[in-house]
């Protein structure tokens, strides 16, 4: 038996919580019913108070919902069930088979940079080739957590470096925009808001053409350095069977050189 009839509640926080999801995912009570393969009636009864959900129904709802760990463990308290998924620290015993892959992947990425960042895109850890590149960051933007979005794109942060800034900008927000679709994270709508708030310096306003070889593939970072511009493409790494609520929240950005001069300069980096 999925369900226990109850009086109407006028406050049911577990119902609320599925609501929320429900319509965040723009799903019709009917269609999530026969996602869930249970019946509209008991769904609408769950909804309102007038039902409890067993366990299984709140992971099966979760499940189809696509609703992030963290977010499940919220709907299973709010249900009156104890929170499933861990949600220990990177540097936690138990994650240490976790902790050494991470390290791995960004040790054997060098001399090209590498980090990892957690769901607010707060740096948890990095490279060795990352720090050659923050130079002349205001030391605000580098004390914990470092945020990485407002570290690129803060005026006293990567921005006038960023010969591309307009071009990357749009695809840092581009992202993060589909991140808060996806999660429905308040923290990283404020985010969003407030890197949108932020006036490009006037020397990198101008929208830069994507090089040609990379017209319709990748959008690249453009850095300026002493030693010359770093033409960077990245990608995205992240765990693809996470039952912690940490790696399921982690990822891992490497960049890659976009042409040989690049590739020099970073190696030249690296021997300095």
């Keep these: 038996m999925q369900t226990a009839a109850l009086p109407p509640s006028p406050r049911s926080p577990f ?10 995912r723009h799903l019709s009570q009917q269609g999530l019913a026969l996602e869930a393969d249970i019946s509209t009636r ?7 108070g007038r039902a409890l959900p067993s366990r299984d ?3 099966r709802l979760a499940e189809r919902l696509s609703v992030p760990l ?3 463990n919220a709907l299973l308290i709010a249900a009156g069930y104890a929170p499933m998924y861990a949600a220990r620290t990177l540097d936690h015993p138990d994650l240490a088979a976790a902790r050494k892959a991470v390290e791995r992947i960004l040790k054997g990425h060098e001399p090209f940079p590498a980090l990892a960042i957690d769901r607010h895109w707060n740096m948890v850890t990095h490279n060795a080739a990352v720090a050659p590149l923050l130079a002349g960051v205001a030391p ?5 957590p470092v945020n990485v979005l407002r570290l690129s794109l803060h005026r006293e942060g990567l921005a006038p470096r960023i010969t591309n800034l307009a071009q990357w900008r749009d695809h840092l927000l581009a992202r993060l925009a589909q991140q808060i679709a996806a999660t429905g994270d308040d923290a990283l709508r404020a985010l969003r808001d407030e890197l949108a708030a932020y006036s490009a310096p ?8 994507v090089d040609d070889e990379l017209a319709g593939v990748v959008v690249p970072l453009h850095l300026q350095t002493p030693r010359g511009v770093l033409r960077l493409i990245s990608t995205t790494t992240i765990f693809g069977t996470p039952v912690d609520v940490t790696l399921q929240e982690l990822a891992m950005e490497a960049f890659f050189p ?15």
């Design 15 to 24: 119902g609320a919580h599925l609501r929320h999801w429900r319509q965040h």
């Design 42 to 48: 008991h769904l609408s009864y769950v909804e309102t």
């Design 140 to 144: 605000h933007l580098l004390e914990a």
């Design 57 to 59: 129904m709140v992971l």
């Design 258 to 272: 976009a042409d040989a001069a690049t590739a020099h300069l970073l190696a030249a980096f690296a021997q300095a």
């Design 202 to 209: 006037a020397a990198a306003a101008a929208h830069a053409p």
């Design 70 to 72: 963290r977010e499940r």
